[in-house]
């Protein structure tokens, strides 16, 4: 018996700045090291530690521009004064090799990846309050006082996007978060509409 | 800020005869230690090694029909001449406390429940294969040959079902299926419906 070749899943993860999305969705890729982290790319400039390929695809406002001009983007944002993009082609060929995505794009792009109805599951995390939130974000050397409290007032528009999502995670121990955000994959993999063939396999064996 | 106090989720876990289904939800109480699993009622024979209280409530058939007339079962459905049933008044409590329940019930019991809109997850167990489930069978002594040919087929019947379950859990390896359940659990606390409270919370806080 041949078995289909079955399409991976799509897992979006919002959040706003500072609550430890980036650091729990490379968490899952050691987890699951068939999970393909998406990296974005971005018009913001390269920051010391940033790597090229690693953390951001950099690229010019032009490039950019033209990337969007030929359908190149899955979903793009402005976020800050800075353009962020998924790349459509890598996405859809992972997941047709049958290997789930993680994307960790912010509530714009998200909804645009809604629309598509792919296979997967939209998470938001939470930081367990604001006043938290702003003692982790006055934590980050690399930011002015200024963005800082630009974010923090973002941060709670950003968060009046979290009832549309599948599922909610508080970021209170990262230890417990990663646990609930591998739980979430995992069952994404049990739900009826991704098992039904099994049972159909079943029934019809000889 | 007094928190109000939520409501358990109701986990109902079906499965054909001989797919490990008592099993894994037995080590779901080991792995969550606030989870109820739920004793159900029969009148079928006490066998050897069964304890009453702790696998059923064994119950007189005359006893099993007063309380289905003082509509004291949750569900209740009668399986190869026996009757089974799920007190409603312990379920109830318990899920008002706060505390997740487990019911362990087959096909006619789950679909009973399903009309309740309970918040939690219906959650099928399957075998690898029909050969596999006829192996696990032919290995229990307890039973007739009889009785294990008839249960093969009722379990194609019974596997016909699992397509309205939420979720679809192959016991192939005991520990990974255990690993899924665990996780169908862990996300279900996740889910928008149970969390977007928090999100009020954190929103509308000082």
């Known amino acids: 018996m041949t078995k289909k070749m079955k399409q991976g899943l799509l897992f979006v993860v919002s959040a706003p700045s500072g609550t430890g999305k980036t650091t729990l969705c490379r968490a899952m890729t050691r987890i699951f090291p068939g999970l393909h982290y998406s990296i974005s790319h971005t018009t913001r400039q390269q920051r010391p ?3 090229d390929g690693r953390d951001y695809h950099f690229t010019s406002p032009q490039e950019f521009q033209q ?21 459509r082609a890598v996405v859809e060929k992972v997941l047709a090799e049958g290997r ?18 792919l296979p997967g599951a939209f998470i938001f995390v939470l930081p367990p309050s604001l006043e938290e939130l702003e003692r982790r974000l006055s934590n980050r050397r690399t930011e002015r006082k200024a963005d800082r409290e630009d974010r923090l007032g973002k ?31 995992l069952a994404g993999h049990c739900r009826r509409e991704r098992m039904s063939e099994f049972v159909d396999e079943i029934l019809t064996a000889k």
Chains 1, 2 share one sequence.
């Open 49 to 51: 530690g940033d790597e």
């Open 67 to 87: 990337m969007i001009d030929r359908s190149e983007f899955m979903e793009w944002a402005e976020i800050y004064g800075h353009r962020y993009g998924t790349s």
């Open 100 to 117: 789930d995505v993680i994307l960790d794009i912010d509530g714009q792009g998200a909804k645009q990846i809604r629309e598509k109805k």
């Open 155 to 185: 941060a709670k528009a950003e968060m009046a996007e979290a009832y549309w999502y599948d599922y909610l995670i508080v970021n209170d121990e990262l230890e417990k978060a990663q646990e609930q955000l591998q739980a979430v994959i």
